[in-house]
């Protein structure tokens, strides 16, 4: 899709469709009112006749409309004025992308990012505009054999904004929103991979594919290499894959060299069967979502590459498959992580922290300024908090409060957990320095005690993201979430936002 920004009255664009904005009840906004004294009336008069009423979710499509060079008019209700808020904001945008797809256009002029949103600059609409256009025209049809071909798909978007002045600062808010929503698709895409083609070697792949077309730095590390580092708890997960496991780090360095880098790890378990603590059947095809946090920080890379943002970022994705099998781990063994810490393994289905508590330690090695952890981790997340908002822990208060204000701000929402000494006591083992499970108490929480005891070094957060990395049900599917959320922190750590 391409886009653009004009500054200019929606009468007088030459294109197949405009689309302009009706409140609640039959309040015409000031780009609809323009179009309307183009026309003599006719918008009032369609309003007056009742075929619009400006409730949210509605639109209409009209033709031949007097005084205008396009080939249509889409009108779009949005509710009522005093609530236009970010969510009915970014539903607009949804419901205006779906009904120009349902139309024969395949460019469109839209005015609708002129309109307040209560605390939000033009450049936050702007960005939220299109990478909420961007996003909703995903689909993932690789493996239809037929696949559902549009008659003219949507190719063209122009945005209006009304002074000249503002045309530099809608401009770069645009070009953050498109990098955004390509992030979350190849989140998404990653996710939605079958799991029989999205291994760990499959997402060292794409990593290194993104290396070239970014020109980052790479390096995937292999069974033996880790197993040099002391990686036992990692590789521990791997034992009964016979896909082999990887260790992926991309670098990204926008900023001064020298400058500490922002590390983002995400948990790459490719399909997570349980191992010898075997899934129930029931849904278990969702378990190849388990790569979710590596996508979610790939994505956040290809966002952060494409801004050519002015930070140094590094990217760890320990990758592996979770399978039972002859010399899988068994419930009871002890291994020693690259920290030196021994762990009792007292269920193999708890296994993204393991290896994750090897990526964190391995982490050190970068000297980092902050580090964020990302995965699918609990069960518990989701019943706790559900598909709206994702767990956040954080070793420290202004960094939990810097990450929950960038999920506002991209309505990409997370929920300060505790991390309390209290819930530590959970993870006592007879045998080890620790188990590697907290019993059914607060488990989203011990999971995260768990991986506190590896990052004592740095400045930490950890992101659950089990409820809202994707969809089950009737639009099953990946969402690429965080890439929004971490996007917007980095906006920030960059200086592009404040
Ligand atoms: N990948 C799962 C977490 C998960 C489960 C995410 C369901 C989304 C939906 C993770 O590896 C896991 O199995 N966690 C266990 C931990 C338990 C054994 C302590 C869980 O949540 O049941
Ligand atoms: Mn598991
Ligand atoms: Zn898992």
Redesign the pocket.
């Known amino acids: 899709m391409e886009f653009s920004i004009k500054s200019g009255s929606p009468e007088k664009q030459r294109t197949g469709c405009v689309v302009v904005g009706v409140f609640e009840s039959k309040k015409l906004t000031l780009p609809a009112e323009l179009l309307d004294k183009a026309a003599h009336g006719f918008i009032a008069d369609i309003l007056r006749r009742g075929d619009m009423e400006g409730k949210a979710g509605t639109t209409v499509v009209l033709h031949n409309v007097p005084g205008t060079l396009c080939d249509r008019v889409l009108l779009v209700g949005l509710g009522k004025e005093k609530e236009f808020r970010e969510k009915e904001f970014g539903n607009t945008l949804r419901t205006v992308i779906k009904a120009l797809n349902d139309t024969g256009t395949s460019d469109a002029a839209i005015f609708l990012t002129e309109l307040p949103v209560k605390k939000r600059d033009l450049a936050w609409r702007m960005r939220q505009a299109a990478m909420i256009a961007l996003d909703s025209t995903y689909r993932f049809e690789d493996y239809k054999s037929k696949k559902n071909e549009q008659r003219r798909p949507l190719r063209k978007l122009m945005f209006g904004v009304e002074r000249r002045n503002e045309l530099a600062v809608a401009e770069e808010a645009m070009k953050q929103g498109i990098a955004i929503a390509e992030g979350m698709a190849m989140a998404r895409d990653l996710g939605n991979t079958p799991p029989n083609v999205c291994h760990p070697t499959y997402l060292a792949e794409q990593a290194e594919a993104l290396t070239k077309e970014f020109n980052l730095g790479c390096e995937v590390l292999d069974r033996a290499e880790m197993e040099k580092l002391g990686m036992h708890s990692l590789l521990a997960v791997a034992r009964g894959a016979h896909q082999p496991p990887k260790l992926i780090v991309l670098t990204y360095q926008g900023g001064k060299a020298g400058e500490k880098p922002i590390v983002l790890v995400g948990k790459g378990?490719t399909f997570?069967t349980?191992g010898i603590s075997l899934k129930p059947a029931a849904d278990m095809d969702e378990?190849k979502y388990?790569m979710c946090g590596a996508a979610g920080v790939l994505g956040t890379m290809k966002a952060v590459a494409q801004m050519a943002l002015p930070i140094n970022l590094t990217v760890i994705v320990p990758a592996t498959e979770n399978m039972p099998g002859g010399n899988a781990t068994r419930p009871g063994d002890i291994v020693t992580s690259m920290s030196g810490q021994t762990i009792e393994i007292l269920?193999t289905?708890?296994?993204?922290r393991l290896i994750l508590c090897d990526a964190l330690t391995y982490a050190e090695r970068f000297e980092p300024d902050t580090v964020i952890d990302v995965a699918?981790?609990?069960?518990?997340c989701?019943v706790a908090l559900g598909g709206v908002a994702s767990g956040l822990f954080a070793n420290k208060d202004s960094l939990a409060r810097d990450l929950l204000e960038a999920g506002e701000d991209a309505h990409d929402r997370a929920w300060h957990m505790p991390l309390w000494d209290d819930y530590q006591e959970q993870l006592k083992s007879p045998f080890a320095d620790m188990g590697n499970?907290g019993g059914r108490m607060g488990?989203a929480i011990t999971a995260a005690c768990f991986l506190s005891r590896f990052t004592k070094k740095y400045d930490w957060a950890h992101l659950d993201i089990?409820g809202t990395a994707w969809k089950s049900g009737s639009d099953k599917g990946a969402t690429g979430r965080p890439v929004p959320l971490l996007a917007n922190y980095l906006l920030r750590r960059a200086g592009k936002i404040d």
């Not at 289905?349 to 993204?352: P, S």
């Open positions: 378990v997570d349980g378990m388990d269920n289905d708890a296994e993204g699918t981790l609990t069960g518990a989701v499970v488990g089990a």
